[in-house]
Nanobody, 122 residues
């Protein structure tokens, strides 16, 4: 069982930056592709970014491309999502998730964190 814990959420002004991190409870963390998803009130949970097991491949939703950057350090166990030029529409609960697949579909993710709230004020 993999337990994921997000940290670093909060309130930020539009145009600002924020970084959220995800830690895992297992040493096998490096065997999973790691993704970030978000869910705004009344909307479905949507894909944000994914990073491969080694950290060499990444993919982003079009809505965040060029503004968000996902990274990982398998020696320290976190996966980070650096967010810049934040917009009010980025307001959501952000979740990290682990998958054995290279996928943007939430159904392909086996393990999820509890989420962290990010609110962007305009």
């Amino acid at each position: 069982q993999v337990q994921l814990v997000e940290s670093g959420g909060g309130l930020v002004q539009a145009g600002g930056s924020l970084r959220v991190s995800c830690s895992a409870s297992v040493r096998t963390f490096s065997t999973y592709n790691m993704g970030w998803f978000r869910q705004a009130p009344g909307l479905d949970r949507e894909f944000v970014a994914i990073i491969s097991r080694s950290g060499q491949m990444t993919n982003y939703a079009d809505s965040v491309k060029g503004r968000f950057a996902i990274s990982r350090d398998n020696t320290k166990n976190p996966v980070d999502l650096q967010m810049s030029n934040l917009r009010s529409e980025d307001t959501a609960v952000y979740y990290c998730a682990a998958s054995n697949h290279w996928s943007t579909a939430k159904v392909d993710y086996n393990y999820w964190g509890q989420g962290t709230q990010i609110t962007v004020s305009s």
